[in-house]
């Protein structure tokens, strides 16, 4: 039975590629790679390469964890399984000139490449689903709030754009990323490629070549670990991003606001106690994750310093932190698809939102005609604010106030104040940035 969520609830496609079966294979996808760099400068025969190779088909998993329990080290487990499989003259070379972390880390970067072209998918795919809802909803004006507060209207496709936008910059970062997470190493066990000899850097490049890895440049027993910190910190922006999306989704669906809500099957309970509830569950499953994606940053720092050549303190956690991250961010990306993909949208809302302040909102247009008529900004500025509060204490619209007052009538007529406070009219440039952002 599955202890942890991420076996079952929040597992997606990105579980294969962490899983202890995948390892091995990634382990032995090296051990093959660095026997046969070894042939390649002649240092052994290219029959053995092959028979290692063969040979790591015949080694299971099983077998693996057996050796562990005895000799209590993975990686030698490994290799003393695959040993068993080849013969004798064959086994002499496995694992040649190599110490545990050049298999273990370069394995790790092929994970980490596997991994990163699952996350740049889904999240391409949530990039296309803001973008048809950016551009659908590229002129459904509604209410923008500051600190809480109405402030003046915007439209949903601008949020929409805005959050595509971010997303698009975390791919970027995924990309630029690459050549710094995709290295493997083969120096030894402190980094001075001793045990290679004068080949050192021929095996090196005939490696990594074979693997489509960088070669680290420099490393001690292991590949430095502000490569793997780098990756998990572009996972939570991503995960903050995410995070934002579904806070916005579950302010916007409160019972006061209601101006969009999650999807809701026919057939979903809200709450055991109290049927009418349509609680924004997903949204708030996608913010609670997102806690834990950038909280495993805060212990891929610390793995950076690790004293001297290397110790051990990273290890046992990154064998949580990093399966977790891309798992838990994989999992928010597909959730959040969904949800933009079915968000559902209440038109009656947004405008009874839009109205509710009387016209208080476009206050910033009010000010900006006065000054265009002659007041001066500040005169004009004093000026809309007695009326806003004006209106506010007698919960009376703002264009009535407004058309009531004798300094305003002298300088804009009814028909201009019926044109200032047509909120369809006050969203500037929306509609192009929009275009423009997606």
Request: proline share 3%; net charge neutral.
């Amino acid at each position: 039975m599955a202890v942890s969520p991420l076996d079952e609830r929040y597992a997606t496609s990105m579980n294969a590629v962490f899983d202890e079966e995948t390892k091995l294979r990634r382990w032995l996808d090296v051990e093959v790679a660095l026997a046969y760099a070894h042939a390649e400068v002649n240092e052994i025969p290219l029959k053995a390469a092959k028979e290692i190779e063969q040979a790591t088909g015949k080694v299971k998993l099983a077998r693996v964890k057996t050796i562990e329990e005895e000799i209590h080290h993975d990686l030698m487990a490994m290799v003393r399984a695959l040993s068993e499989q080849c013969e004798p003259e064959s086994a002499r070379y496995v694992h040649l000139g190599a110490t545990s972390y050049d298999i273990e880390d370069t394995a790790t970067a092929l994970m980490l490449k596997d991994a990163y072209a699952i996350i740049e998918e889904r999240c391409a795919k949530l990039g296309e689903v803001l973008k048809k809802l950016a551009l659908k909803h590229a002129n459904t004006v509604c209410v923008g709030r500051t600190h809480g507060q109405h402030a003046v209207p915007t439209t949903y496709g601008l949020k929409f754009a805005l959050w595509k936008s971010e997303l698009d910059r975390h791919l970027i970062r995924l990309a630029q990323s690459k050549p710094r997470v995709f290295v493997g190493k083969v120096s030894g066990a402190v980094g001075t490629m001793a045990a290679l000899g004068e080949n050192a850097f021929r095996i090196e490049g005939v490696m990594m070549k074979s693997l489509k890895l960088e070669a680290a440049r420099v490393t001690n027993q292991v590949v430095q670990r502000d490569r793997h910190a780098e990756a998990l910190f572009i996972l939570a922006l991503m995960a903050a991003t995410l995070e934002k999306m579904a806070k916005e989704i579950r302010n916007l669906q409160r019972s006061e606001i209601c101006e969009v809500a999650e999807p809701f099957g026919k057939k979903q309970v809200g709450s055991s106690a109290m049927p009418q509830k349509r609680n924004p569950h997903k949204s708030e499953r996608v913010c609670s994750l997102a806690r834990i994606v950038r909280s495993d940053v805060q212990v891929a720092l610390e793995n950076i310093s690790l004293e001297h050549e290397r110790d051990l303190t990273n290890s046992a956690n990154e064998r949580i932190i990093i399966p977790q991250s891309f798992i838990l961010t994989d999992y928010m990306l597909g959730e959040m698809t969904a949800i933009m993909d079915g968000l559902v949208f209440f038109p009656e809302n947004i405008r009874k939102n839009l109205e509710m302040s009387g016209g208080a909102i476009l206050s910033e247009r009010l000010v900006g005609a006065l000054v265009g008529a002659g007041m001066p900004r500040q005169e004009a500025h004093e000026l809309v604010r007695e009326l806003a509060m004006q209106a506010f204490a007698g919960r009376t619209g703002m264009k009535e106030v407004a058309a009531k007052d004798r300094r305003v009538g002298k300088l804009l007529d009814k028909k201009k104040l019926e044109e200032l406070f047509d909120f369809k009219t006050y969203v500037g440039q929306a509609e192009k940035i929009v275009r423009r952002s997606v």
